[in-house]
């Protein structure tokens, strides 16, 4: 809370030149309210330009098991979701229920497989961890891209949509390890992940809360500006709406390791394996 306000800020995103601006990216209205739940009204959003959007949250502490969807277990106010046989669930409430089925992901028209990654956090340990943001998995490329030393392919949810990412984190002076960490502070509005690039691959999905990046249409943005709105010109990749253009892959090469072994030891990470219908 700041001088009756409650407000957002991101790490390392900066809103203008000038150092003494304040930092905030989201302003509540004014309060004497500690309770950040009990703030109504609108917010200030910055994008740019300052202006209002109404904003919805929720505690992500549970009392019970009911407050884990009977998904999961309620541990010291904390889900523990369930992993079963063929489905495991995600999200503070174990909301999100994520099946087998979809484990890798094919798309056509470039010949590309991705997959769900899977990676220790102890160094030397298996790997158990599902990459994750905004409560679904991240999806790796793992053929159909050609790679050189730190490039990074992902299909990534925004929290609203999917979105191809793709970059050289090496170019980025980071290791593969603080990329990882950087995701636990990541926007994907205000990190730029929405943005447009003439010289690279950009493509988003159409508004989903689906598990996967199946069943969902897709779009090339291929222009921006002003005229456009807030994805840009989006054309459309599928031959017909709602046909979408990744399906559930059949086969794939299992074992492949998407990070460098100097950044990484490969038995630490690995592509998720499970049947594919």
């Not at 001088?3 to 990216?25: A, D, Q, T």
């Not at 995600?90 to 056509?108: A, M, N, Q, R």
């Not at 399906?247 to 499970?274: I, K």
């Amino acid at each position: 809370m700041n001088w009756g306000f409650h407000i957002y800020i991101l790490c390392f995103i900066i809103r203008g030149v000038n150092k003494k601006s304040e930092p905030w990216l989201l302003r509540s209205p004014e309060t004497d309210e500690f309770d950040l739940l009990n703030v109504g009204g609108d917010w200030n959003i910055w994008f740019g330009v300052i202006d209002t959007t109404h904003l919805t949250y929720s505690c992500t502490e549970c009392n019970t098991n009911t407050d884990c969807n009977l998904n999961g277990q309620c541990v010291n106010n904390e889900c523990k979701c369930n992993v079963e046989e063929e489905t495991s669930y995600l999200g503070p409430h174990c909301e999100v229920k994520l099946k087998d089925k979809c484990v890798s992901i094919f798309e056509g028209s470039m010949n590309t497989t991705w997959s769900r990654f899977r990676y220790s956090q102890v160094p030397g340990g298996p790997p158990t961890t599902l990459f994750e943001e905004y409560n679904r998995p991240v999806y790796v490329n793992i053929g159909g891209i050609e790679y050189r030393e730190g490039d990074i392919h992902w299909l990534l949810f925004t929290g609203n949509r999917w979105k191809y990412i793709g970059f050289n984190y090496l170019d980025q002076n980071i290791t593969f390890e603080e990329l990882l960490l950087s995701i636990d502070n990541y926007h994907a509005f205000w990190d730029g992940a929405i943005s447009y690039d003439p010289y690279s691959l950009n493509i988003i999905s159409g508004p989903t809360n689906g598990d996967t990046p199946v069943g969902v249409d897709w779009f090339a943005i291929t222009d921006w500006g002003d005229q456009f709105g807030p994805f840009g010109a989006l054309t459309p990749m599928q031959e017909e709406v709602g046909m979408g253009i990744f399906s559930c892959a059949v086969e794939y090469t299992l074992g492949v390791d998407v990070v460098d072994d100097s950044e990484l030891n490969s038995s630490t990470n690995s592509t998720e394996v499970g049947d594919n219908d």
